[in-house]
T-cell receptor, first 118, second 114 residues
Framework: AQKVTQAQTEISVVEKEDVTLDCVYETRDTTYYLFWYKQPPSGELVFLIRRNSFDEQNEISGRYSWNFQKSTSSFNFTITASQVVDSAVYFC???????????????FGKGTHLIIQP | DGGITQSPKYLFRKEGQNVTLSCEQNLNHDAMYWYRQDPGQGLRLIYYSQIVNDFQKGDIAEGYSVSREKKESFPLTVTSAQKNPTAFYLCASMGQGSWHQPQHFGDGTRLSIL
């Protein structure tokens, strides 16, 4: 069965520090997608990035970067020069191709609450 | 603008009462989902539907029911059998054949027991 583990329940840093959120996943599928979502205090989920299992290229988007390593089943998320507006809960999620063609829903980690102090 | 609308934003349930959470989407998506979020927990899948008039149980379907009579609507009923309904409920949708695409989420409904 698939599983996503976010071992860091809460992280608190001072503004402008860099911070990395860890995500480790388990799956038997060879074809899958990984996602990161941000949940601000208002509650909605905001999509940040997806990565497929065949593409281990790291990605950078502004202050955000993602490191995908199949060898360690990890998909870590780094925020550089953090800002107070980055404060939120961040979720890592897994989607498998599976028998349902990947439409069976996402498997989420428990999330990491990131607090950026001014 | 296209999106997912959940209503109401806040809902209160009395003991023994069924309540229904609304989810409507105008994205022309085939698949729709209901997730439950408890404090400090990730989202857990309750039910999902890939086409009209068909739906499947997720990981925590007990005490819940759904219907999918129209493509754009996927209401969730929290029945009296659900003994711990207090949670944040999120609805999502996804286009057919685009399982690799991110799911689109509504703004959620917070359900509490009176």
């Amino acid at each position: 069965a698939q599983k996503v583990t976010q071992a860091q329940t809460e992280i608190s840093v001072v503004e402008k520090e860099d911070v990395t959120l860890d995500c480790v996943y388990e799956t038997r599928d060879t074809t899958y997608y990984l996602f990161w979502y941000k949940q601000p205090p208002s509650g909605e989920l905001v999509f940040l990035i997806r990565r497929n299992s065949f593409d281990e290229q790291n990605e950078i988007s502004g202050r955000y970067s993602w490191n995908f390593q199949k060898s360690t089943s990890s998909f870590n998320f780094t925020i550089t020069a953090s800002q107070v507006v980055d404060s939120a809960v961040y979720f890592c999620a897994l989607s498998e191709a599976g028998s349902g063609g990947g439409a069976d829903g996402l498997t989420f980690g428990k999330g990491t609450h990131l607090i950026i102090q001014p | 603008d296209g999106g997912i609308t959940q209503s109401p934003k806040y809902l209160f349930r009395k003991e023994g009462q069924n309540v229904t959470l609304s989810c409507e989407q105008n994205l022309n998506h085939d698949a729709m989902y209901w997730y439950r979020q408890d404090p400090g927990q990730g989202l857990r899948l309750i039910y999902y539907s890939q086409i009209v008039n068909d739906f499947q149980k997720g990981d925590i379907a007990e005490g819940y029911s759904v219907s999918r009579e129209k493509k754009e609507s996927f209401p969730l009923t929290v029945t009296s059998a659900q003994k711990n309904p207090t949670a944040f409920y999120l609805c999502a949708s996804m286009g057919q054949g685009s399982w690799h695409q991110p799911q689109h989420f509504g703004d959620g409904t917070r359900l509490s027991i009176l």
